[in-house]
């Protein structure tokens, strides 16, 4: 930027800032107390707040934060100097219970005056708006001046950006850019002052700190991590309203400032919340809270906080960066990135609260970045571009989920759901059972929540094909999903379990790969995997008898298992034994033992390696099994409404150890991962409306009409085994017939007598799962079964031979 238009004035002062480029840029605290925006579209928009002052700032949709924080600082000229989020006490308030406009009343410590700000954006711009009332003893606020400081961090960096001091319409203000993003700061009665400088050395904090006064006018800062900052006199503006507006250059921000302050701050209050009133939040489901409904109401908007508004149906996992305050640039995607499955969660709890349309939204966007093989990204922004590349079976499964929830609440329209499922359910069959990760994004094999999910969402797409004129591959994908289901326990239990001395059958985790599987690691160890984030010197690798979770909950959840299992029961005893946390506020969970994602026992942020620590929304999961069980869910409601902030605002984890003030940690509340994690508040919303129902939200019919009886009084019963060359049978019980399976066209080319006959068979195509066949094998045979497999239509053979012991009767 050489030069500024004429329509705007450069103030020069006191020339450029010293001390280029700054400090390393940090992110800051992830314990957000309220996420919020305007209801219309058309405010593309979202500020977070923390500690009282306004955090991250994210524009022009929800996974570009543009500020790391804006806070306020007063100083007298000469006894003190009061930063806002370490020298007053304040109160948080929704201004409506139905809204997500805030009010934070502070007050210095010494009682003297008292700071009122109310927050909102404006309703139809990018421009976040904050009316500031100051009140206390005249002797005191006729000498204070007001200074609001703001770091930049545009195009989601604290690196490479610049601002200047500027005059526009005879008002001074900043204006800040980076690249093609502008941000324009001012406040309806001017700043007296300003200065643009660098942090850590020539920013407004250090200025007012060395001695309580403004001495430095910086007209300019460039090209670094940098922080600005304009001076109010409150002896003349005991009220005032600041703006913060952006654009796709410089005028545009500018322009929206001007615009946005032109309008009196109580009719853009006024609108704000008259357009969050449209969003009906389910007041029904507050008859199952002990809160009167608050949580309720404000997970619902939380959630709907959190789509995008240029694309549409696009719900990220947070807008935080876990721990952000020990984060850099380097730590691009934060949460505010989506995770297929964390979406999910969010379309399904509006579902439940009868949100249909948006529901479908999120549909239809995935349905968008659904990749040609029918999958989808671990996770990625949210125009379709992927960040992290890990294959999780579940993030698959659970869109088909979605759909089959849809198509029989007739809320598709005119979207044909059919090829969608076609492809997600094709992508299932090629890969399950075994998933590259879990849930948890970390692990490799058999996982009882994954295959919870997959057995589900093939059960559904099977339901939808046969509507759909496509008996054949309805009945294929029962048959894979039945085979899943038959060997469930034996892939995903242990028979000498080591964590409870009177337990030796129950769930793990995982069970890892075997040899000639997918994702197998021989560097590992048979039946061992290594443990993510372990502290250094600590052990990692373990045995799979040695790790639970409690994600066989899931099977309960959609159908697959009954409540009264024997085999559930057992593994929640050693859930309860080994991961359950009584805090004073109700019972949590830790994801699973040994775990390394968490705070550092010290208390310090996680920074590559932690101690995992317990997520509220298990004690969410763990409520849906007891109400399915017939036990007491109860509890748990209210632990989760005891788990949230002043704010409402659900943890990703709590702290669950002693108290360590010094580090803002206590037993039972937020620690510092993200805050919110909008899963919780989603496992929330339905843990509501199953407790309006009396029966699990999340139950799918067809699934549990399939599995959830008795073994006794099934009316199908499992008769095939599938070979795919990524996971080769090696025995094939007596009483079971042979499929082979792979995506294209191919030829058997087999024998059962050591290739004294040799047999052809060719697969026929079963739909966008590819090609199957079911070899004709002899009635008595016995011995061992020896193939190998030919492409006719490339010219390929597979290049060796698999061998199958035939077992006897």
């Not at 009133?277 to 809160?291: G, N, Q, T």
């Not at 005893?573 to 968490?598: E, S």
């Not at 317990?614 to 399915?628: C, K, N």
Request: overall charge negative; aromatic content about 12%.
């Amino acid at each position: 930027m050489n030069a500024l238009t004429a329509a705007y004035r450069w103030l020069n002062d006191q020339g450029p800032a010293f001390g280029a480029p700054g400090l390393e840029a940090r992110w800051t605290s992830s314990k957000k107390d309220a996420v919020c925006t305007a209801y219309a579209a058309s405010s593309r928009v979202w500020y977070t707040i923390s500690h009282g002052t306004l955090n991250e700032i994210y524009y022009p949709t929800i996974d570009r934060p543009q500020t790391r924080d804006m806070e306020l600082i007063f100083t007298d000229g000469e006894t003190f100097v009061h930063e806002e989020k370490r020298d007053f006490e304040f109160d948080f308030h929704y201004i409506d219970a139905d809204a997500l406009a805030v009010r934070v009343v502070a007050s210095d410590l010494g009682g003297r005056y008292t700071v009122t700000k109310e927050f909102v954006c404006d309703p139809h711009h990018p421009v976040v708006l904050m009316h500031v009332k100051i009140e206390g003893e005249e002797s005191v606020l006729s000498r204070l001046k007001c200074y609001a400081l703001l770091a930049p961090h545009l195009n989601g960096g604290g690196a490479g950006n610049s601002a200047r001091s500027i005059e526009v319409a005879g008002s001074r203000c900043i204006l800040a850019w980076k690249e093609n993003t502008s941000l324009a700061m001012g406040v309806d009665c001017g700043f007296t002052r300003s200065s643009c400088g660098y942090v850590g050395s020539s920013d407004g904090f250090q200025d007012l700190a060395s001695n309580m006064r403004m001495d430095w006018e910086f007209g300019q800062a460039l090209d670094g991590n940098i922080a600005v900052m304009g001076e109010i006199d409150v002896a003349r503006n005991r009220e005032f309203t600041l703006a913060i507006a952006f654009g796709d250059g410089y005028h545009a921000a500018l322009a929206g400032m001007m615009q946005s302050l032109s309008v009196p701050f109580e009719l853009h209050m006024k609108r704000f919340v008259e357009q969050w009133h449209r969003a009906a939040s389910p007041e029904r489901l507050a008859a199952a809270s002990h809160d009167g409904g608050r949580l309720m109401r404000i997970s619902h908007n939380t959630i709907l906080a959190h789509e995008d508004k240029t694309y549409s149906g696009a719900f990220i996992a947070s807008a935080s960066i876990p721990w952000g305050n020990a984060k850099g640039d380097d730590d691009l995607g934060g949460y505010h990135l989506v995770w297929t499955r964390d979406m999910i969660q969010s379309a399904t709890a509006l579902l439940a609260c009868g949100r249909v349309d948006t529901a479908r939204r999120a549909l239809v966007y995935l349905a968008c970045t659904q990749r040609p093989d029918g999958s989808f990204a671990q996770n990625f922004w949210i125009d379709g571009t992927p960040y992290w590349t890990g294959i999780q079976l579940d993030e698959v499964a659970f869109p088909i989920m979605l759909a089959w929830r849809l198509w029989k609440q007739d809320g598709l329209g005119n979207f044909d759901v059919f090829p969608f499922i076609e492809h997600a359910a094709a992508f299932l069959v090629h890969y399950a059972p075994i998933t590259q990760q879990e849930r948890w994004e970390e692990a490799s094999g058999y996982s009882p929540s994954t295959l919870a999910t997959v057995i589900s969402a093939l059960v559904c797409a099977a339901d939808v094909a046969r509507a759909h004129h496509s008996p054949e591959l309805a009945n294929f994908l029962e048959s894979y999903a039945d085979w899943i289901e038959d060997h469930l326990d034996e892939w995903t239990t242990t028979n000498n379990g080591v964590l409870h001395p009177e337990i030796k059958r129950h769930y793990v985790r995982i069970q890892p790969p075997v040899a000639g599987e997918s994702f197998y690691n021989p560097d590992l160890g048979d039946g061992r995997y290594n443990i993510a984030n372990r502290q250094p010197g600590e052990r990692y690798n373990f045995a799979a008898n040695e790790i639970i979770d409690g994600g066989f909950l899931e099977l309960v959840r959609y159908g697959v298992r009954r409540a009264d299992d024997p085999l559930i029961i057992d593994s929640l005893k050693v859930v309860d034994h080994i991961l359950k946390i009584d805090t004073p506020y109700g019972a949590c969970w830790r994801r699973y033992n040994h775990d390394g994602y968490g705070q550092q026992k010290d208390g310090e942020p996680f920074v590559h390696y932690g101690q995992g620590r317990a997520w509220p929304i298990l004690t969410g999961e763990r409520a849906h099994y007891e109400l399915a069980a017939g036990g007491d869910y109860a509890q748990y409601v209210k632990a989760i409404e005891r788990f949230s902030s002043f704010g409402g605002m659900l943890p990703e984890q709590v702290w669950d150890y002693a108290d360590m003030p010094e580090q803002g940690l206590y037993f039972g509340r937020s620690a510092g991962s993200a805050q919110p994690l909008v899963w919780a508040h989603a496992e929330y919303i339905k843990l509501l409306r199953s407790a309006v129902d009396g029966r699990v939200f999340d139950r799918i019919s067809v699934v549990e009409e399939r599995y959830g009886v008795r073994r006794e009084d099934r009316t199908f019963k499992s008769e095939v085994e599938f070979f795919q060359v990524n996971r080769p049978l090696t025995v094939l019980p007596a009483g079971k017939r042979m499929q082979i399976l792979d995506q294209a066209r191919f030829r058997v080319v087999w024998t059962v007598d050591n290739w004294v006959t040799t047999h052809h068979t060719d697969a026929r195509l079963i739909g966008y799962p590819g090609f199957a066949v079911e070899l004709p094998i002899p009635a008595g045979a016995t011995g061992t079964l020896e193939l190998t497999l030919q492409w006719p239509t490339e010219d390929r053979w597979l290049g060796k031979n698999f061998q199958v012991r035939l077992a006897e009767v």
